[in-house]
């Protein structure tokens, strides 16, 4: 759904938004609440919805014998 990068600045965004609307008492604007609740949703959303990445996605390094080899 979203990147990493913008699900880290949504939450930024989201975080800042309510720290600097509870300091200007702003919290009690209907708009206000439902912007910010609607973005942390976005952002919890996204939590179960992102794929997430396995190690057997990545081709591993295969080891030989020669590897092991005493020179």
């Not at 975080?15 to 600097?20: D, L, R």
């Not at 200007?24 to 976005?42: A, C, E, S």
């Amino acid at each position: 759904m979203l990147s990493d990068k913008t699900s880290f600045i949504l939450t930024v965004i989201v975080a800042f938004g309510f720290a600097f609307m509870g300091i200007l008492d702003l919290l009690d604007n209907f708009v206000v609440v439902t912007l910010l609740l609607l973005g942390f949703l976005l952002v919890v959303v996204n939590l179960f919805t992102h794929d997430k990445v396995q190690i057997d996605d990545y081709e591993r390094p295969e080891n030989n014998e020669e590897d092991f080899d005493i020179y």
